[in-house]
Structure formats: C-alpha cells, structure tokens
C-alpha cells in the first residue's frame, strides 16, 4: 500500500472508531427520558462511612430539581375527558399573556400550550415570574399565582373549554407542580 492510500485510509478509519466510541459513550450515560438536561442531572454517589469502612451511604450531590412526573398527571383524572377537552383548543395553542400586571406588582408571563411529545390528555399551563420555592398562601407570590392563574382561566373560558376536565401541568419541575397544585387546591381556583 502506497503512501497516497493509506493516509486518507487511516483518517477515514479513526474518524469512524470516534464516532463509534461516542456514541457507546453516549448511550452508556443517558438518563430517564424526562431529565432533559443530561449535563446537569443529579446522581447518586457512594461515600463510605467513617465509622465502618464497609459500610456505604447513599448521598446526592446537589444539582437540577427533579422533573414533573407527567404520568402522575396523567393518572389523576379522566383521560378520555382530558383529551376531548384539549382537542377544543388545540388549534388555538400557544396562548401567551406577556407582562401581565398584578396587585403586588409582580409581572408575570402566562404560557398555555402542549409539546408534540407530551401526552394527548395534558395542557401546560405556565406562569413565569413567580417564586415558588415559598409556597405559604398570602404571600405576595401566592396572590401574583392565583391572579395570573385566573387570566389563563380567562383565557380558556372564552374559547369554550371546562378547566375541571383538563389534566393541566404547571411546570417542568416537581416543586412547581407541587406548588401550584398546591395554590390551586386551597384557592378552589378551578372552581
């Protein structure tokens, strides 16, 4: 084999084991589906007890926040429901309400629409511009919440659609989820 061969030879066969031993990388490392920011996921680590070194304790280091359980969601109402419901609106997704003003002068941004890969039965309802790491029920993050909450019901009220039979989530993190599930409860703002 001459020179002129075997050069670009060797470069087209190293080029393609890179490719092979990324993607063999790739795919060892991949998490659940619903964590979508592989470089930041939160995984456990073993640290060994200093009492007994045979001894191992599972810690987590900090990280990204869990993500919203959506078959949670799915499974707390009537999906059938859901779907029909959704299907009355979703021709007119995305809704959004920028700056929208509320009594203790917190702007908030409302968001309502559904990603192709959710399921059939869930409408995302999101209020950005809210803290809800403090989930207590008078503070002014709470009243910003449900006063925003009632501009999407608003929304969805004048284009036909019963909120009770919506599957709705509020967020791509647990905590917003909790929270707002939360909020919306206590408030009978779906009332």
Partial sequence: MNKKNFIPTFIIVVFFFLIFVAILQYRSQRSTFLETVPLLITRSTATPSINDPHVFIKTQRLGIPKQTQIEAITKSGDIKIAIIEKNKIV??????VEDFSTSVNLKTTINIYSL??????????EIYGINFNIPNLTGPNAVAFKESFLEAKRQLVSRGINMKNLLILYGNRQYIQDTA???VKISSLLD
């Avoid at 021709?91 to 959004?96: A, F, G, Q, S, T």
């Avoid at 192709?116 to 309802?125: E, G, H, K, N």
């Fill in 91 to 96: 021709d007119m997704l995305p809704i959004r």
């Fill in 116 to 125: 192709s890969q959710d399921p059939m039965s869930v409408l995302r309802i």
């Fill in 181 to 183: 599930s939360y909020w």
